[in-house]
């Protein structure tokens, strides 16, 4: 949480808080950062702290959001201080400010027929952009080593190990890591083999948790461009359908809203032969290969990602799904 004083030092930058702080709420969400909903003057902004803690990548993000809203895409850009900045350092962290805005989130049975379509339009048109003449950015796409993967689980499983009394968590992670072993000694192909990949700029975190709908269904807004980069464009058609609710949260049973969202984003970026089926590969090997959530809780001691850790049965079903999407 930032103190008074760093809170103070940012308001006095922005026009827009001229009138001072009458209200500030901690927002729930987001397992990596830490961000906050500022009232002023009638009025409510959105101050977000950065993941980051160097410059360079929020720069590029940043830059990328600009790139994006240039080709119509509907991103919400931060407010700029009275010198004209975008970011600000205080207390070793760095923030920015954006206007407070607002949508729909869905996440059950009333979720409109739209949604998954408008998702998939709207990411196509994000991919369709980033195909050419975007800024340089120095993220890109890293494939999965196998190597390394059994050299980090060997770590992880070693601390597991030594524990005399373990967790339900402990011994979910050991079962999870095994499993996860067994799949990339079986079903291990290398990235250079896939060779129906167009690579381009991705939003890098796509997913119906970071746009906002109208009461529709359209897409309205988009947002949280901090994983940006360069990568193959169907990995990220596969990673938005498997974590979003509007096309059934990677259930085996929601193929129609797996073909909306297709439908949707082919309407502004037809697919090639073999690309999809590609993009699934890629995102299968990257999810038996990762140990993100492993490494965070036992290497790093941060707990916040532990209800990330994907099920073995998770795991499963997205390596039956290989076969089962409407290529």
């Not at 890293?142 to 980090?152: A, M, N, Q, T």
């Not at 360069?230 to 509007?246: C, G, K, L």
Request: net charge positive; charged share 30%.
């Amino acid at each position: 949480m930032i103190t008074n004083k760093g809170l103070k030092e940012i308001i006095s930058e922005y026009p827009e808080l001229r009138h001072g702080l009458s209200g500030i709420t901690e927002v729930a969400e987001g397992r990596m950062s830490n961000n906050f909903i500022i009232e002023s003057g009638g009025e409510k902004y959105f101050l977000k702290r950065h993941r980051f803690l160097k410059r360079r990548p929020i720069d590029d993000s940043q830059a990328v959001e600009r790139f994006f809203f240039l080709h119509g895409i509907p991103v919400v850009l931060p407010l700029r201080t009275k010198s004209g900045k975008i970011v600000l350092k205080r207390e070793g962290r760095f923030f920015s400010l954006f206007p407070f805005v607002s949508g729909s989130h869905f996440s059950d049975d009333k979720t409109p027929s739209l949604a998954a379509a408008s998702l998939g339009q709207t990411l196509g048109r994000i991919h369709k952009a980033g195909e050419r003449g975007y800024p340089r950015i120095r993220d890109k796409f890293k494939p999965w080593d196998k190597e390394s993967f059994h050299r980090e689980a060997d770590a992880i499983l070693k601390i597991i190990d030594a524990k005399r009394n373990k967790s339900k968590f402990d011994k979910k992670i050991a079962r999870t890591i095994r499993f996860k072993r067994s799949c990339v000694d079986k079903e291990y192909l290398r990235y250079e083999d896939m060779k129906n990949l167009r690579v381009g700029l991705i939003h890098g975190d796509y997913h119906d948790g970071n746009v906002f709908f109208d009461k529709k269904g359209v897409v309205k807004h988009v947002f949280d461009f901090e994983k940006t980069g360069i990568a193959p464009f169907t990995f990220e058609v596969i990673r938005a359908i498997q974590y979003s609710h509007v096309t059934g949260y990677g259930k085996e049973k929601a193929l129609g809203a797996v073909k909306r969202f297709l439908r949707g984003y082919t309407k502004e970026r037809p697919l090639r032969n073999g690309e999809l089926r590609d993009g699934m590969e890629i995102f299968y090997q990257k999810q038996i290969h990762s140990l993100w959530v492993e490494k965070e809780h036992y290497l790093y001691g941060n707990a916040r990602v532990d209800n990330l850790l994907h099920s073995v049965s998770y795991l499963r079903r997205i390596g039956r799904s290989r076969t089962s999407l409407p290529y």
